[in-house]
């Protein structure tokens, strides 16, 4: 009796699949990527409906096409269920490789697995998943992003200064159940901990869209007419805000402070008119950094569970020279 075993099965048992003693088999180490000119490599993008989705997005498929790589591209709409799906039909198509920003941090988790299942490493570019449910090393490659717990402290930080310790604070969050947003809070209300006179008055999610964060500061507003600053977790949301400060007759920079991160040019733009404070880069351009990763990773490299990508700071003091390098 002949028995076939596929490439990519022989592979995944030369990898070290071991039999757990329990029902299903596990993976002792991750499923490796074998070394070739072309691989055919999945991106699961979140949406587009932001500057920063497009950037990263023509980030990526820049170096692929660079790099002579057949990019699998789906866009989940703002869906973590049709990313999962989506995740899942590159699994099916068989691609070699899936580079994944889990809208969410747990709805992932299941389409994590199944590509691990199937032999498929992923690499997860610019958010994280919830690390009790799956780990960097172990299920996933790694994660390769910025720190958002720092992104939120170093714009606490500046805030600080600005208004010379008191201020009573609009914060616009990001997208629900998302690593940026849970970070990037831990990180902001951290910060402020030491100052006392700076007080959170509402904190609502804008899902990093520049209307909803609109409507949303519209809302805290009417109810916080004593509002004296605006943290949103993304710029598109705090250009939001700056519509519904100056539609309500206040003057943003001068009635009410609005900080934000991403390093977006309009936000540039606005810091440079003063009705912006500060911003803190997010760097959307992953496209070299994650290919790089991919080829470590094939050429047998263990990487680190955290490759973090470098953020800088931007206000007054050097909108105008960074804003031509801004996304
Ligand atoms: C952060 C990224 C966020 C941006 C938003 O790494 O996931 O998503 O801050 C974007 O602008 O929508």
Sequence with gaps: MVITVSRRAFLAVS???????????????????????????????????????????????????????????????????????????????????????????????????????????????????????AKPGEDYVTFTGSDFVDEGKRVAEWLIKAVGGKAKIIEIEGTVGSSPANDRKKGFDTALKGSPDMVILASQSGDFARDKGRQVMETLLQAHPDATAVYAH???????????????????????????????????EAIIAGKMGATCECNPRFGPGAFAI????????????????????????????????AF
């Design 294 to 325: 991919m080829k470590r990773y094939a050429d047998g490299e263990t990487l680190p569970t955290f490759i973090k990508n470098e953020d800088r700071f931007f206000d007054a003091s050097n909108a105008k020279d960074m804003v031509a390098t």
């Design 234 to 268: 993304s710029d598109e949301m705090a250009l939001g805000a700056i519509a519904a400060i100056e539609a309500a007759g206040k003057v943003p920079g001068k009635d009410i402070m609005v900080v934000g991160v991403d390093g977006e040019k309009a936000a540039l």
């Design 15 to 133: 990898a070290g699949l071991v039999v757990a003693t329990a029902a299903r088999p596990t993976w002792a180490a991750l499923p490796p990527l074998k070394k070739k000119d072309v691989y055919k490599v999945g991106f699961a993008q979140t949406e587009s409906n932001n500057p920063w989705r497009l950037a990263q997005t023509a980030s990526m498929q820049d170096e692929a096409k660079k790099l002579g790589h057949q990019l699998v591209y789906t866009d989940a709409a703002g869906s973590a269920a049709k990313q999962v799906a989506d995740v899942n039909s590159m699994v099916a198509q068989g691609v070699d490789v899936i580079f994944l920003p889990p809208r969410e941090e747990k709805p992932l988790i299941p389409a994590i697995m199944n590509a691990k299942k199937a032999g498929i490493p992923v690499i997860l570019v610019d958010r994280d998943v919830d690390h009790s449910l």
